[in-house]
Protein backbone atom coordinates (compact mmCIF):
# COMPACT_ATOMS: atom_id res chain seq x y z
CA UNK A 1 0.00 0.00 0.00
CA UNK A 2 1.59 3.31 -1.10
CA UNK A 3 2.16 5.88 1.42
CA UNK A 4 -0.64 8.35 -0.23
CA UNK A 5 -3.10 5.64 0.46
CA UNK A 6 -2.31 5.01 4.01
CA UNK A 7 -2.28 8.74 4.41
CA UNK A 8 -6.00 8.71 2.98
CA UNK A 9 -7.48 5.68 5.26
CA UNK A 10 -5.27 7.54 8.03
CA UNK A 11 -7.54 10.54 7.93
CA UNK A 12 -10.54 9.20 6.58
CA UNK A 13 -11.07 7.09 10.01
CA UNK A 14 -10.08 10.37 12.32
CA UNK A 15 -12.75 12.18 10.19
CA UNK A 16 -15.48 9.23 11.11
CA UNK A 17 -14.47 8.49 14.98
CA UNK A 18 -14.64 12.86 15.18
CA UNK A 19 -18.05 13.21 13.12
CA UNK A 20 -19.64 10.17 14.70
CA UNK A 21 -19.10 10.96 18.08
CA UNK A 22 -19.80 14.50 17.59
CA UNK A 23 -23.02 13.86 15.84
CA UNK A 24 -23.72 11.14 19.02
CA UNK A 25 -22.98 13.50 21.54
CA UNK A 26 -24.92 16.38 19.75
CA UNK A 27 -28.03 13.88 19.71
CA UNK A 28 -27.71 13.46 23.22
CA UNK A 29 -27.63 17.72 23.97
CA UNK A 30 -30.57 17.59 21.53
CA UNK A 31 -32.76 16.21 23.24
CA UNK A 32 -32.16 18.54 26.24
CA UNK A 33 -32.57 21.61 24.36
CA UNK A 34 -35.48 19.97 22.56
CA UNK A 35 -37.03 19.90 26.34
CA UNK A 36 -35.54 23.22 27.13
CA UNK A 37 -37.29 24.78 23.73
CA UNK A 38 -40.63 22.79 24.81
CA UNK A 39 -40.34 24.47 28.75
CA UNK A 40 -39.71 28.34 27.24
CA UNK A 41 -42.22 28.56 24.77
CA UNK A 42 -44.50 27.15 28.07
CA UNK A 43 -43.65 29.32 29.97
CA UNK A 44 -41.98 26.51 32.30
CA UNK A 45 -38.02 25.97 33.57
CA UNK A 46 -37.51 22.23 31.45
CA UNK A 47 -35.10 20.42 32.91
CA UNK A 48 -33.22 22.07 35.76
CA UNK A 49 -32.24 19.58 38.49
CA UNK A 50 -29.67 17.61 37.03
CA UNK A 51 -26.38 19.27 36.68
CA UNK A 52 -25.77 23.29 36.40
CA UNK A 53 -28.74 24.18 34.47
CA UNK A 54 -29.99 20.65 33.78
CA UNK A 55 -27.08 20.09 31.51
CA UNK A 56 -26.51 16.82 32.78
CA UNK A 57 -29.88 15.56 31.80
CA UNK A 58 -29.18 13.75 28.93
CA UNK A 59 -26.44 12.24 30.56
CA UNK A 60 -29.05 10.46 33.53
CA UNK A 61 -31.36 9.83 30.57
CA UNK A 62 -28.45 7.18 28.86
CA UNK A 63 -27.62 5.88 31.95
CA UNK A 64 -31.46 5.09 32.91
CA UNK A 65 -31.91 3.56 29.25
CA UNK A 66 -28.97 1.31 29.66
CA UNK A 67 -30.49 0.06 33.44
CA UNK A 68 -33.72 -0.14 32.29
CA UNK A 69 -35.40 -3.94 31.94
CA UNK A 70 -35.08 -5.25 28.30
CA UNK A 71 -38.75 -6.47 27.35
CA UNK A 72 -39.79 -8.43 24.48
CA UNK A 73 -43.71 -9.15 23.59
CA UNK A 74 -44.36 -12.87 23.97
CA UNK A 75 -45.91 -13.15 20.30
CA UNK A 76 -43.01 -11.23 18.86
CA UNK A 77 -40.66 -11.96 16.01
CA UNK A 78 -37.82 -11.87 17.95
CA UNK A 79 -34.98 -12.00 15.00
CA UNK A 80 -37.23 -8.90 13.42
CA UNK A 81 -37.76 -7.13 16.63
CA UNK A 82 -34.36 -6.72 17.73
CA UNK A 83 -33.31 -6.28 13.92
CA UNK A 84 -35.60 -3.34 13.51
CA UNK A 85 -34.47 -0.50 16.15
CA UNK A 86 -30.94 -0.95 13.96
CA UNK A 87 -32.61 -0.45 10.31
CA UNK A 88 -33.29 2.70 11.53
CA UNK A 89 -30.12 3.68 13.56
CA UNK A 90 -27.95 3.11 11.15
CA UNK A 91 -28.95 4.92 7.82
CA UNK A 92 -29.52 7.75 10.49
CA UNK A 93 -25.78 7.44 11.45
CA UNK A 94 -24.87 7.54 8.02
CA UNK A 95 -26.85 10.65 6.32
CA UNK A 96 -24.18 13.10 7.55
CA UNK A 97 -21.10 11.72 6.10
CA UNK A 98 -21.36 12.92 2.94
CA UNK A 99 -22.33 16.47 3.65
CA UNK A 100 -19.93 19.44 3.73
CA UNK A 101 -19.24 20.74 7.58
CA UNK A 102 -16.84 22.93 6.54
CA UNK A 103 -14.57 24.66 3.91
CA UNK A 104 -11.87 22.19 2.64
CA UNK A 105 -8.40 22.44 5.02
CA UNK A 106 -5.00 22.53 3.20
CA UNK A 107 -3.23 19.80 4.86
CA UNK A 108 0.42 18.86 4.64
CA UNK A 109 2.17 15.86 6.04
CA UNK A 110 4.82 13.00 5.99
CA UNK A 111 5.68 11.18 8.69
CA UNK A 112 6.24 7.41 9.68
CA UNK A 113 4.59 5.15 12.25
CA UNK A 114 5.08 2.20 13.93
CA UNK A 115 3.94 -1.12 12.33
CA UNK A 116 2.15 1.47 9.43
CA UNK A 117 5.12 2.68 8.05
CA UNK A 118 5.56 5.85 5.71
CA UNK A 119 1.96 8.21 5.82
CA UNK A 120 1.47 11.26 3.61
CA UNK A 121 -1.02 13.71 2.62
CA UNK A 122 -0.85 16.69 0.35
CA UNK A 123 -3.64 18.51 -0.69
CA UNK A 124 -6.89 20.05 0.50
CA UNK A 125 -8.66 17.96 3.29
CA UNK A 126 -12.64 17.63 2.46
CA UNK A 127 -14.63 18.36 5.89
CA UNK A 128 -16.67 15.48 5.08
CA UNK A 129 -16.41 11.56 6.16
CA UNK A 130 -16.73 10.85 2.20
CA UNK A 131 -17.33 13.38 -0.90
CA UNK A 132 -19.34 11.45 -2.75
CA UNK A 133 -19.87 12.79 -6.07
CA UNK A 134 -23.08 11.65 -6.02
CA UNK A 135 -24.53 13.71 -3.32
CA UNK A 136 -27.56 14.42 -2.14
CA UNK A 137 -28.99 11.28 -3.68
CA UNK A 138 -26.76 8.90 -1.49
CA UNK A 139 -28.66 10.99 1.48
CA UNK A 140 -32.17 10.02 -0.23
CA UNK A 141 -30.95 6.85 -1.44
CA UNK A 142 -29.88 5.93 2.58
CA UNK A 143 -32.48 8.05 4.40
CA UNK A 144 -34.79 5.68 2.39
CA UNK A 145 -33.58 2.78 4.10
CA UNK A 146 -35.15 3.87 7.63
CA UNK A 147 -38.40 3.05 6.35
CA UNK A 148 -37.87 -0.42 7.04
CA UNK A 149 -36.95 -0.28 10.62
CA UNK A 150 -40.50 1.58 11.19
CA UNK A 151 -42.28 -1.49 9.29
CA UNK A 152 -40.31 -4.29 10.69
CA UNK A 153 -40.55 -2.37 14.34
CA UNK A 154 -44.86 -2.13 14.07
CA UNK A 155 -44.94 -5.63 12.18
CA UNK A 156 -42.86 -7.58 14.29
CA UNK A 157 -44.21 -6.29 17.78
CA UNK A 158 -47.24 -8.05 17.17
CA UNK A 159 -49.62 -5.47 18.47
CA UNK A 160 -52.27 -3.61 17.01
CA UNK A 161 -51.30 -0.28 17.84
CA UNK A 162 -48.05 -0.96 16.75
CA UNK A 163 -48.87 -2.84 13.59
CA UNK A 164 -50.64 0.58 12.59
CA UNK A 165 -48.13 2.98 13.23
CA UNK A 166 -45.74 1.12 11.22
CA UNK A 167 -47.99 1.09 8.42
CA UNK A 168 -48.68 4.91 8.74
CA UNK A 169 -44.69 5.29 9.02
CA UNK A 170 -44.30 3.47 6.08
CA UNK A 171 -47.06 5.21 3.66
CA UNK A 172 -46.02 8.35 5.34
CA UNK A 173 -42.26 8.71 4.40
CA UNK A 174 -42.71 6.96 1.31
CA UNK A 175 -45.14 9.42 -0.23
CA UNK A 176 -42.96 12.47 1.04
CA UNK A 177 -40.04 11.32 -0.10
CA UNK A 178 -41.71 10.95 -3.82
CA UNK A 179 -41.86 15.48 -3.28
CA UNK A 180 -38.31 15.24 -1.93
CA UNK A 181 -36.42 13.84 -4.38
CA UNK A 182 -38.19 15.79 -6.94
CA UNK A 183 -37.65 19.57 -4.93
CA UNK A 184 -34.37 18.77 -6.07
CA UNK A 185 -34.66 18.24 -9.72
CA UNK A 186 -34.39 22.08 -9.79
CA UNK A 187 -31.14 22.18 -7.94
CA UNK A 188 -29.85 20.11 -9.80
CA UNK A 189 -30.79 21.52 -13.53
CA UNK A 190 -29.38 24.86 -11.75
CA UNK A 191 -26.03 23.24 -11.04
CA UNK A 192 -25.58 20.75 -13.25
CA UNK A 193 -24.14 18.56 -10.63
CA UNK A 194 -25.41 16.74 -7.23
CA UNK A 195 -22.52 17.03 -5.70
CA UNK A 196 -22.75 19.16 -2.92
CA UNK A 197 -19.79 20.65 -2.96
CA UNK A 198 -20.47 21.51 -6.43
CA UNK A 199 -23.74 22.82 -5.13
CA UNK A 200 -21.99 25.15 -2.89
CA UNK A 201 -19.90 26.29 -5.37
CA UNK A 202 -22.40 27.37 -7.45
CA UNK A 203 -24.30 29.53 -4.84
CA UNK A 204 -20.93 30.89 -4.05
CA UNK A 205 -20.44 32.13 -7.30
CA UNK A 206 -24.19 33.11 -7.14
CA UNK A 207 -27.05 33.87 -5.28
CA UNK A 208 -28.02 30.88 -2.23
CA UNK A 209 -30.96 29.03 -3.81
CA UNK A 210 -33.60 29.79 -1.00
CA UNK A 211 -34.48 32.92 -3.57
CA UNK A 212 -33.94 31.30 -6.72
CA UNK A 213 -35.07 28.11 -6.09
CA UNK A 214 -37.71 29.53 -2.96
CA UNK A 215 -40.68 26.67 -3.99
CA UNK A 216 -37.79 23.99 -4.23
CA UNK A 217 -37.27 25.33 -0.43
CA UNK A 218 -40.42 25.16 0.69
CA UNK A 219 -41.36 21.60 -0.31
CA UNK A 220 -38.16 20.34 0.88
CA UNK A 221 -39.02 21.69 3.83
CA UNK A 222 -42.10 20.69 4.53
CA UNK A 223 -41.17 16.85 2.95
CA UNK A 224 -38.39 17.23 5.72
CA UNK A 225 -40.77 17.71 8.33
CA UNK A 226 -42.82 14.68 7.13
CA UNK A 227 -39.49 12.06 6.70
CA UNK A 228 -38.36 13.00 10.45
CA UNK A 229 -42.06 12.17 11.64
CA UNK A 230 -42.13 15.57 13.38
CA UNK A 231 -45.12 17.29 14.45
CA UNK A 232 -47.40 18.15 12.75
CA UNK A 233 -46.61 15.31 10.59
CA UNK A 234 -46.09 12.86 13.55
CA UNK A 235 -49.08 10.31 12.94
CA UNK A 236 -46.90 6.90 13.03
CA UNK A 237 -45.99 7.80 17.10
CA UNK A 238 -49.27 9.98 17.61
CA UNK A 239 -49.83 9.23 21.76
CA UNK A 240 -53.65 10.26 21.23
CA UNK A 241 -54.55 7.20 19.11
CA UNK A 242 -51.74 4.70 18.95
CA UNK A 243 -50.74 5.01 22.64
CA UNK A 244 -46.68 5.47 21.33
CA UNK A 245 -47.25 4.21 17.65
CA UNK A 246 -44.67 1.83 16.18
CA UNK A 247 -42.03 2.14 19.17
CA UNK A 248 -44.81 1.26 21.80
CA UNK A 249 -43.53 -2.50 22.92
CA UNK A 250 -40.11 -1.45 22.99
CA UNK A 251 -38.12 -0.15 26.26
CA UNK A 252 -34.64 0.41 27.43
CA UNK A 253 -32.31 1.31 24.82
CA UNK A 254 -33.97 -0.44 21.66
CA UNK A 255 -36.10 2.57 22.51
CA UNK A 256 -33.32 5.36 22.79
CA UNK A 257 -32.17 4.01 19.09
CA UNK A 258 -35.41 5.29 17.70
CA UNK A 259 -35.42 8.40 19.41
CA UNK A 260 -31.44 9.10 18.06
CA UNK A 261 -32.54 8.05 14.69
CA UNK A 262 -35.22 10.65 14.50
CA UNK A 263 -32.92 13.58 16.06
CA UNK A 264 -29.75 12.56 13.84
CA UNK A 265 -32.41 12.41 11.05
CA UNK A 266 -33.42 16.25 11.80
CA UNK A 267 -29.73 17.47 12.08
CA UNK A 268 -29.44 15.59 8.58
CA UNK A 269 -32.51 17.65 7.38
CA UNK A 270 -31.66 20.72 9.14
CA UNK A 271 -27.80 20.22 7.45
CA UNK A 272 -28.75 19.34 3.96
CA UNK A 273 -31.32 22.78 4.00
CA UNK A 274 -28.50 25.08 5.00
CA UNK A 275 -25.89 22.87 2.36
CA UNK A 276 -28.71 23.39 -0.57
CA UNK A 277 -30.66 26.32 -0.05
CA UNK A 278 -28.45 28.59 2.30
CA UNK A 279 -24.94 28.06 0.96
CA UNK A 280 -23.57 25.55 3.77
CA UNK A 281 -20.60 26.50 4.86
CA UNK A 282 -20.77 29.79 2.42
CA UNK A 283 -20.01 33.11 4.22
CA UNK A 284 -21.82 36.30 2.86
CA UNK A 285 -19.62 38.67 1.19
CA UNK A 286 -16.42 36.41 1.43
CA UNK A 287 -14.40 34.61 -1.00
CA UNK A 288 -12.65 31.28 -0.11
CA UNK A 289 -9.31 30.40 -0.91
CA UNK A 290 -7.81 27.40 -1.18
CA UNK A 291 -4.63 28.30 0.98
CA UNK A 292 -7.08 29.85 3.33
CA UNK A 293 -5.57 27.53 6.23
CA UNK A 294 -6.67 26.68 9.80
CA UNK A 295 -8.78 29.77 10.71
CA UNK A 296 -10.63 29.57 7.14
CA UNK A 297 -11.70 25.84 7.82
CA UNK A 298 -12.80 27.09 11.57
CA UNK A 299 -14.94 30.05 10.18
CA UNK A 300 -16.80 28.08 7.86
CA UNK A 301 -17.58 25.88 10.44
CA UNK A 302 -19.00 27.99 12.52
CA UNK A 303 -21.21 29.57 9.70
CA UNK A 304 -22.05 26.44 8.93
CA UNK A 305 -23.57 25.03 12.55
CA UNK A 306 -25.34 28.53 12.81
CA UNK A 307 -27.01 27.75 9.92
CA UNK A 308 -27.45 24.19 11.00
CA UNK A 309 -28.70 24.98 14.37
CA UNK A 310 -31.30 27.90 13.43
CA UNK A 311 -33.03 25.44 11.66
CA UNK A 312 -33.04 22.21 14.54
CA UNK A 313 -34.39 24.92 16.63
CA UNK A 314 -36.68 26.01 13.53
CA UNK A 315 -37.93 22.25 13.53
CA UNK A 316 -38.54 22.34 17.22
CA UNK A 317 -40.40 25.53 16.88
CA UNK A 318 -42.76 23.96 15.02
CA UNK A 319 -43.31 21.49 17.17
CA UNK A 320 -44.48 23.21 19.82
CA UNK A 321 -46.89 25.71 17.65
CA UNK A 322 -48.78 23.59 15.01
CA UNK A 323 -51.32 21.00 15.51
CA UNK A 324 -51.47 17.80 14.16
CA UNK A 325 -52.90 16.87 10.74
CA UNK A 326 -55.44 14.06 10.64
CA UNK A 327 -54.39 11.16 8.50
CA UNK A 328 -56.33 12.14 5.20
CA UNK A 329 -55.15 15.32 5.36
CA UNK A 330 -51.32 14.61 5.34
CA UNK A 331 -51.75 12.00 2.74
CA UNK A 332 -53.56 14.45 0.61
CA UNK A 333 -50.98 17.39 1.35
CA UNK A 334 -48.00 14.90 -0.32
CA UNK A 335 -50.15 13.43 -3.13
CA UNK A 336 -52.34 16.34 -4.19
CA UNK A 337 -50.22 19.25 -3.24
CA UNK A 338 -46.48 18.82 -3.02
CA UNK A 339 -46.07 16.41 -5.63
CA UNK A 340 -48.29 17.75 -8.37
CA UNK A 341 -46.53 21.49 -7.71
CA UNK A 342 -42.79 19.80 -7.32
CA UNK A 343 -43.81 18.39 -10.60
CA UNK A 344 -44.87 21.70 -11.96
CA UNK A 345 -42.10 23.47 -10.91
CA UNK A 346 -39.73 21.24 -12.64
CA UNK A 347 -41.41 22.17 -15.71
CA UNK A 348 -41.67 25.93 -15.18
CA UNK A 349 -37.75 26.33 -14.14
CA UNK A 350 -36.52 24.05 -17.01
CA UNK A 351 -38.50 26.52 -19.53
CA UNK A 352 -37.39 29.34 -17.44
CA UNK A 353 -33.70 28.28 -17.85
CA UNK A 354 -33.98 27.35 -21.20
CA UNK A 355 -35.36 31.16 -22.34
CA UNK A 356 -33.32 33.08 -19.77
CA UNK A 357 -30.17 31.27 -21.92
CA UNK A 358 -31.57 31.42 -25.15
CA UNK A 359 -33.66 34.57 -25.25
CA UNK A 360 -31.52 36.67 -22.68
CA UNK A 361 -28.38 34.83 -22.71
CA UNK A 362 -27.33 34.97 -18.99
CA UNK A 363 -25.27 32.30 -18.55
CA UNK A 364 -23.77 33.15 -15.19
CA UNK A 365 -25.10 31.82 -11.81
CA UNK A 366 -25.39 35.27 -10.76
CA UNK A 367 -27.24 36.40 -13.80
CA UNK A 368 -29.50 33.42 -13.61
CA UNK A 369 -30.48 33.44 -9.66
CA UNK A 370 -31.56 37.03 -10.33
CA UNK A 371 -33.71 36.02 -13.08
CA UNK A 372 -35.38 32.86 -10.92
CA UNK A 373 -35.42 35.12 -8.20
CA UNK A 374 -38.02 37.29 -9.10
CA UNK A 375 -39.79 34.39 -11.33
CA UNK A 376 -40.11 33.25 -7.64
CA UNK A 377 -41.41 35.84 -6.02
CA UNK A 378 -44.35 35.52 -8.34
CA UNK A 379 -44.82 31.89 -8.26
CA UNK A 380 -44.58 32.51 -4.21
CA UNK A 381 -47.76 34.79 -4.33
CA UNK A 382 -49.70 32.60 -7.13
CA UNK A 383 -48.95 29.52 -4.66
CA UNK A 384 -49.57 30.91 -1.39
CA UNK A 385 -52.08 33.58 -2.31
CA UNK A 386 -53.99 33.13 -4.81
CA UNK A 387 -54.15 29.45 -6.03
CA UNK A 388 -54.11 28.40 -1.92
CA UNK A 389 -57.52 30.52 -0.66
CA UNK A 390 -57.08 28.47 2.74
CA UNK A 391 -57.45 24.55 1.47
CA UNK A 392 -53.88 22.97 2.33
CA UNK A 393 -54.40 25.05 5.31
CA UNK A 394 -57.88 24.14 6.10
CA UNK A 395 -58.45 20.84 4.51
CA UNK A 396 -61.55 19.36 3.46
CA UNK A 397 -63.96 17.16 5.10
CA UNK A 398 -65.50 13.57 3.88
CA UNK A 399 -68.23 15.65 2.58
CA UNK A 400 -66.51 18.77 1.30
CA UNK A 401 -67.26 20.58 4.01
CA UNK A 402 -64.35 22.77 5.41
CA UNK A 403 -62.63 21.52 8.41
CA UNK A 404 -59.83 22.46 10.80
CA UNK A 405 -56.16 20.90 10.94
CA UNK A 406 -56.87 19.53 13.89
CA UNK A 407 -60.23 18.06 12.69
CA UNK A 408 -62.62 20.33 14.64
CA UNK A 409 -65.92 22.05 12.97
Excluded: C
Aim: no cysteine; aromatic share 14%.
Amino acid sequence: MSPEMKGFILVSVIKLLVIFTALLVGVALLTLMERKVAGWMQNRPGPNRVGPFGILQPAADGIKNFIKEETSPAGASTALFMLAPAFSFVPAMMLLAVIPLAAPLPLTFDFTLPLIGRVVHDGLLPISIADLPIGFLFVLAIGSIGVYGIALAGWSSNSKYSLLGGLRGAAQMISYEVAMGLSLIPVLLLTGNVSFSEIITKQQAGLWFVGPLFISFFIFLVAGFAETNRLPFDLPEAESELVAGYHSEYSSMKFSMFMIAEFAHIVTISAMVATLFFGGWDIPFTTWDEQGGLAQTIATHVAFFLKMFFWIFFVMWIRWTLPRFRYDQLMSLGWKVLLPLALAYIMVTAGALWGIERGFGWTTPREQGFALLGLNVVLGYLVFFILDRGRVVRGVGSAGRPVSVAGEG
